[in-house]
């Protein structure tokens, strides 16, 4: 499988490409400000870009949506009540299949109302649901704490530890981590109760 993370735009977002082998079919998650370098590597490798997968719909992670659509035809894929015009609206628990590669889809509310997570491959790409040493902020429109809490503790948690974590942003002490050593060293998600939980996002 070929993966490429590229740290793009303002602010530190970044951009996933997922293909089975150079010269297949594949995906980008994500692409920010700044796609060029995402475009540049999509036609290096002759990569068939079938879809535009998006965790959730704030600007900085659909911002070049557009480019990449121009460039390669790919239909953009969101979670069914993303307001961006998504061409496949997803559901929880829905499966695409790219390039041989399964990709499954986790609603992860909290950080927005659609937020959503891709897992494939022993990888997940986590949005601003999940990053290194740190969860998505709430305090934005549509944001929740409660939704959070049950995002994290009662699906993210549920992941395999070794389950590789791809973040949204470059905001942690290294880009990827995985979910036994977020359980481990991760304050965001040490144990607490829901209403602890909330209290401390607050705070």
Known sequence: MLLRQFVVGPYQNF?????AREGGEGVVIDPSFGIEPVLSAIDEQSL???????????PDHIAGNDEVRARTGAKVGAYRSAPLGQDLPL????ELT?????????????????SVLYLFEG??????????????????????????????????LH??????????????????????????????LQPRTREEFIAFLRE
């Open 15 to 19: 951009t996933y490409v997922v293909a």
């Open 48 to 58: 068939r870009i079938r879809y535009i997968l998006n965790t959730h719909s704030h």
């Open 91 to 94: 559901e929880d628990g829905q």
């Open 98 to 114: 790219v390039g041989g590669i399964p990709i499954r889809v986790l609603h992860t509310p909290g950080h927005t109302p659609d």
């Open 123 to 156: 990888r997940v790409a986590t949005g601003d649901t999940l990053f290194v040493g740190e969860c998505g902020r709430t305090d934005l429109p549509g944001g929740d704490p409660g939704a959070l809490y049950d995002s994290l503790f009662s699906r993210v």
């Open 159 to 188: 992941l395999d530890d070794a389950t590789v974590v791809l973040p949204g942003h470059d905001y942690g002490a290294t880009p990827t981590s995985t979910i036994g050593q977020e359980r481990r060293t991760n304050y965001v």
